[in-house]
């Protein structure tokens, strides 16, 4: 960066000398915050794997009945029965 570049910058953007010494000030304290994102509690991460699980289970139970309905759908065709919206004989 060209000097006076990041002045003009930071005054673009809202920034001021102030904010910055505070942020180079509590970085060399090791008080300012992580970038990495957070970590969960211990109670979220349970129930969040607890949740997961349930969605899995829901998506096999769910694939079982499509493949049982398309089961009935091809022994209807297959035996010519009618099927709904289909006038009996």
């Not at 970038?35 to 769910?62: D, G, H, I």
Request: cysteine-free; proline content about 6%.
């Amino acid at each position: 960066m060209e000097p006076g570049e990041a002045a003009a910058l930071f005054r673009k953007e809202g920034i001021y000398a102030s904010m910055v010494r505070r942020w180079r000030d509590e970085r060399l304290n090791g008080s300012l915050g992580s970038l990495e994102a957070p970590t969960e509690e211990p109670e979220v991460r349970k129930e969040t794997l607890a949740l997961q699980r349930r969605v899995s289970q829901l998506e096999k139970k769910l694939e079982k009945a499509d493949t049982i309905l398309e089961v009935q759908k091809k022994l209807l065709l297959l035996f010519d029965w009618p099927g709904e919206g289909t006038p009996s004989r």
